[in-house]
């Protein structure tokens, strides 16, 4: 069974920076589409960036300017820059992404586990 696993994570200062990457625990085929959600203390999970496998991005209102999502195809990996970080975007971010096991295997969906961003002074 593939994992995703996340990493970047961590305690950042208003108006900071960080990078999420979210990566399969196994060699994989290729990822088709790929989104972001977080979800806060109390929150329902919301999404906040996705990327189609034409290359098209979309944002939530509320990081559009300040996030981009981007795949590496050569790693298979799956990336959140997240720019002039607000105490607002503070959660647990979690990649989800549809891949290709090998070459001829199925699409299927899969959750990462998750990585808590905090943004605070």
Known sequence: QVQLVESGGGLVQPGGSLRLSCSASETIFSINNAAWYRQAPGNLREW???FTSG????????VKGRFDISVDSATNTVYLQMNS???EDTGVY???VDLRRTVSGRLRNYW???TQVTVSS
């Open 48 to 50: 906040v960036a996705s």
């Open 55 to 62: 290359g098209a991005t979309n944002y939530a209102d509320s």
């Open 85 to 87: 970080l607000k105490s």
């Open 94 to 96: 979690s990649c989800n």
């Open 112 to 114: 990462g586990q998750g």
